[in-house]
């Protein structure tokens, strides 16, 4: 069994280890923290972690850094957020202000969250399953070219421009516009999906313009329901390749690819104050056991979502989690704000 001051020396290997990137011994532990005991104390102590495969040592006669197994019980038991400074605070809420629509704030999002923590940011997009459609559009571009827009609840906003078979006028697209809106206008998303398709599978339905808009629109109502990441600050993993124990191609290919992040980041488990951290090899059956993921939920209409960062095993956590929270809280604020105004 480890004792309370055991679990102390590991904060302490812990966070040395992160700041200083070299392997932590029992005399710079007694030099730097006021435990009052001696260093062979220490080292029993640190001896003790060691059976308990918290911390390793990296070298015959070095320091010890500490295991996956070891930043887990530090994240779970020992580590404490430390507060975003007035300054990180104000550039949170300044560089989320004003975006121009959802795209927008997911992708100012990132970007200040890769900022502040200097690793790659995450951010899954609110879903829009269950979300309603409130408004549908429809704008002649041309005689036969048409721009379809769709709006939901959750803040979705779709624009596809699609040809027509045949030319219309303005009083055809008013009364295409009435009947499409007429079956999906307030309608879960699900739901005028498969109205939509009820329409198509009619043989009684042939007007070839209004075939030609349920198509392209329940293909649309198919982006609404699909789960969607935003990233940003990829290039901080060349920059940071000293720090993973392995290659850095597994996250690249994560990075491209997307699936594989967008279900890591939905299968962690949060804790009760809606953050989630997973280390090391507890992202082996991902491919990314060569590296950490931290989270925070934030609300949103459809529900909830992520956002996070990731990076190597060996990263600032209670900073990391401190950064995810705070931008996760405004991110939320954002949203409700938009929902109260519409």
Request: hydrophobic letters at 45%.
């Amino acid at each position: 069994m480890v004792t309370e001051r055991g679990l102390q020396v590991l904060r302490a290997i812990v966070q040395d280890y992160v700041e200083t990137h070299e392997p932590v011994g029992s005399r710079s532990i007694v030099d730097r923290y006021s435990f009052g005991v001696s260093a062979a104390t220490i080292r029993n102590d640190m001896a003790l972690l060691e059976d308990e495969e918290l911390i390793t040592a990296p070298h015959t006669s070095s320091g010890r850094v500490p295991t996956d197994k070891g930043y887990r019980v530090f994240v779970d038991h020992l580590a404490q957020l430390r507060p975003l400074s007035m300054a990180q605070r104000t550039a949170i809420e300044s560089f989320l202000a004003d975006p121009v629509d959802l795209d927008d704030l997911m992708a100012r999002t990132v970007r200040v969250l890769t900022q502040l923590t200097g690793q790659v940011a995450l951010a899954q997009y609110p879903s829009f399953a269950r979300a309603h459609l409130t408004h549908l559009e429809l704008v002649a571009l041309a005689p036969n070219r048409m721009l379809i827009v769709l709006v939901t609840d959750a803040g979705g906003v779709s624009q596809r421009v699609t040809p027509l078979p045949v030319a219309l006028d303005e009083g055809d697209i008013a009364v295409l516009r009435a009947r499409l809106s007429a079956l999906i206008t307030g309608r879960a998303v699900s739901d005028a999906a498969e109205r939509l398709q009820t329409l198509l599978d009619d043989q009684a339905t042939t007007d070839a313009a209004l075939r030609v808009l349920a198509g392209v629109i329940i293909d649309e109502l198919g982006e609404f329901r699909q789960e969607r990441l935003v990233m940003a600050g990829a290039a901080t993993l060349a920059r940071r390749g000293e720090d993973f124990r392995g290659s850095i191609h597994p996250l690249l290919e994560a990075i491209e690819e997307q699936v594989t992040l967008l279900r890591l980041m939905s299968e962690m488990e949060a804790d009760a104050h809606g953050l989630a951290t997973s280390i090391g090899t507890e992202n082996a059956p991902f491919g990314l056991g060569e590296a950490s993921i931290v989270a925070s939920d934030y609300a949103a209409p459809g529900g909830t979502a992520r956002v996070g960062v990731m990076g190597p095993v060996r990263m600032d956590y209670p900073s990391n989690l401190a950064a995810a929270r705070a931008v996760a809280r405004y991110l939320s604020r954002m949203l409700d704000e938009d929902e109260a105004g519409r």
